[in-house]
């Protein structure tokens, strides 16, 4: 295997919890820990994956389908978490003070063979950022919780070999949804979620041609379908395998490559 390979896997995707995992041979991070301590063992259990690899777990945001595992997590295994300081703020619990790392704005941040890029996303939080995760030439993307398209988003994406991109919502779907009006808003009103249509857009008109998986990530339970979006990008993705993540178990483990090759377990 090239020594510049990723592996990647969503343990959970979705408003019930979010938790994303990215590393080479050696070492891991996690993005978010929005699902339980023992679930988020049990699902890297059955990929195969050992918290042994995990070096540190990195939060986007303070919301809790992001953070609702992450004190358990890190103080069992002594994990450092790089969090901004408007996000730990917005936490509202008690992390291990020894195990905060703070982020200050953009930056790259090494992880043994790993650099994970921090950058700022528009979303109705304080200080929310997105990841770039890179090992040799090998860039993974990880793009949820996105209210607009911005400079940022597109200037990394432009580089990702695979990326984890938000595709929330169906306009149709969250217009006729029973949602109250005031939610609906915070959902499409630039600051909320990304939906089908603005995700397609980015991806069809920034995807790289190097760029072997996409993953269809945060999909909303009442206000997208997975095979309606599977389908919409499917029919624009060219070479780009394109999958769903889901809101109930994790994915396969995929191993992303400067030079694609097939997924592994």
Sequence with gaps: MDC?????ASLNSGSNGNCYY????????????????RETEKRMLRLGLSMSKVKAIFISHEHGDHIKGLCTLAAKYNLPVYITQGSLQGCRFNLRQDLIQLLKGTEQIQIGGLEISSFHKIHDASEPHSFLITCGPTKVGVF???GAVCDNLIYHFKQCHAAFLEANYDDELLEKSAYPYFLKKRISGGRGHLSNKLALELFKTFKPEFMSHLFLAHLSKDNNCPQLAQNLFAAHAGNTSVVVASRHQETEVYAISETPVAHSA
């Design 4 to 8: 510049n390979t990723l592996f990647i």
């Design 22 to 37: 990215v590393g080479n041979e050696q070492e891991a991070v996690l993005i978010d820990a929005g699902i339980s301590c």
């Design 144 to 146: 949820t919780d996105i």
